[in-house]
């Protein structure tokens, strides 16, 4: 965490904000506009899965961090089903989604027209 943060503790919620250090602001999604980023500390006893998840990311990218944010998009409320979550899913441009033991890869799943076209209804900050 050090490598990446300022930040001279764990932050095992979300709690805190850092600054990410200036040779390492090759995360942009994760840098706010002010330099900082809301911290999330991962042990491998508390989330063993996630912690893994983190490692493979880490192994393919050289980048140890993944976003962890809320699972919705401007205007609409927090993904609460998995039918909401891939609406969500189908509806942006995210390329795979995860949930529970299920992996889907858009590019697999069928064209449905049910669902909301997100990315073209809201414009990016």
Same mark, same amino acid.
Request: net charge neutral.
């Given at each position: ?44 006893? $508390? ?8 490692? #493979?990311?880490? &192994?393919?990218?050289? *980048?140890?961090?993944?976003? @962890? ?25 995210? $390329? ?8 889907? #890869?858009?590019? &697999?799943?069928?064209? *449905?027209?049910?669902?909301? @076209? ?8």
């Amino acid at each position: 965490v050090q490598d990446y943060f300022e930040l001279p503790q764990e932050s095992p919620y979300m709690l805190l904000t850092a600054q990410v250090r200036e040779d390492k602001r090759v995360i942009p999604s994760v840098t706010h506009v002010d330099g900082s980023a809301r911290v999330q500390t991962i042990k491998r006893e $508390d989330h063993p899965l996630y912690y893994d998840l983190i490692q #493979e990311f880490h &192994k393919l990218t050289g *980048v140890p961090i993944i976003i @962890n944010t809320s699972f919705n998009v401007r205007g609409e409320p927090i993904v609460g089903s998995p039918h909401d979550a891939f609406k969500c899913f189908m509806g942006t441009h995210m $390329d795979t989604l995860i949930i529970g033991n299920f992996l889907l #890869e858009k590019k &697999k799943q069928k064209n *449905v027209k049910e669902f909301k @076209n997100y990315h073209q209804a809201f414009p990016l900050d």
